[in-house]
Structures are given as structure tokens and as C-alpha cells.
């Protein structure tokens, strides 16, 4: 769980840093491992001689965006999403934080307690971070949406997760 490779965001006026990612617990049966005779793959007597899960299984597992405020190293706020959040966060100065879910929608949630301020469902799975640039002035914000995804690993966590398929960039004005 946690953050992986989704990009984080960060706000310097509010010191506020943006992430999205997978909570969840994992409950499953850990083994010792046998160390072979002549191995040199690690000590014996190491943490890692005990490790071995198998069959793990996640419980309970949900998206999660998180608002940490730096100086402190405080968690300020949490916006929870049934499926796991693997799109990323991009913060904009006028107080909005942009992500997208695996189920299709574009959010735009508050900066400082993550409420949901709009939604854009594109019926299409989202796993690409947003980014915003200017034209003549006018700021825009941008997601690519779609891809295969009926053999996608994430399918067989979330059975209800079937979307529709293809590509598209969606841009929306500020």
C-alpha cells in the first residue's frame, strides 16, 4: 500500500504535501525460510531469515488521498475512494487538488480538508495523473482516461471494476 509511482503534488504557500495511493491491511501466514547449505542470498539470523508471506490477501483495500502539512509532519486530511488511487494528485494555486480513480472520474477535491467539490465520470478507467497548462492566458487541466483493462491484475481485487474501453484525453477550463 501507500504511495508508488503515482506523482505527488505539493503546495509551497500552504506547505502542504498531496499524495494518492492504496490503503489497506494484509493478513496472511508467514513461514521461516530455510537457508540452502552455501547460500550467501542473506544472514540467518536477520529479520529477513523470518519473512515468507503467502496467501496474503488484502482487507478492506480503498484509495486514499492524503494532505500532509510538512513543518509539522501532520496528516491535515484523508479522502477515501473505494478503489485504489493510482492516477496521482496535482495541486493548482487557487485551492483545488485534481485526481482521477480507476472507476472513471475526474475529481476536484478542497486543498486543505479534501472535500469533493466536482466529479467528471468518463466510463472509462483512469490511472494517469492530471496536469495543467495556459493558453492565452486560460489555465486548463487535462487526463488522459482508458485502456485495457478486463485482464488488468486490479480486476481480480475489484471483480465490479469493469469499465469500458479505449483512450481519450479529456481538458477541462478553469
Known sequence: GGVRWQ???????????YSAGYDYCVQGEVKQVVQLPNSVLHDPRSPGALRGQINAKP??????????NVPINRIVARYWHKYDNESGILATAGGLVFTATLDGNILALND?????????NTGMMMKAAP???AVNGKQYIAVVAGGENTTNPITSLYPDL???QGAAIYVFTL
Open 59 to 68: 482487507l478492506e483495500p480503498k484509495g486514499l488521498v492524503t494532505a500532509v
Open 162 to 164: 469493469i469499465m469500458n
Open 131 to 133: 496536469i495543467s497548462f
Open 7 to 17: 506523482p505527488p503534488a505539493y503546495n509551497p504557500n500552504k506547505k502542504l504535501a
Open 112 to 120: 486543505e480538508t479534501l472535500q469533493e467539490l466536482w466529479r467528471f
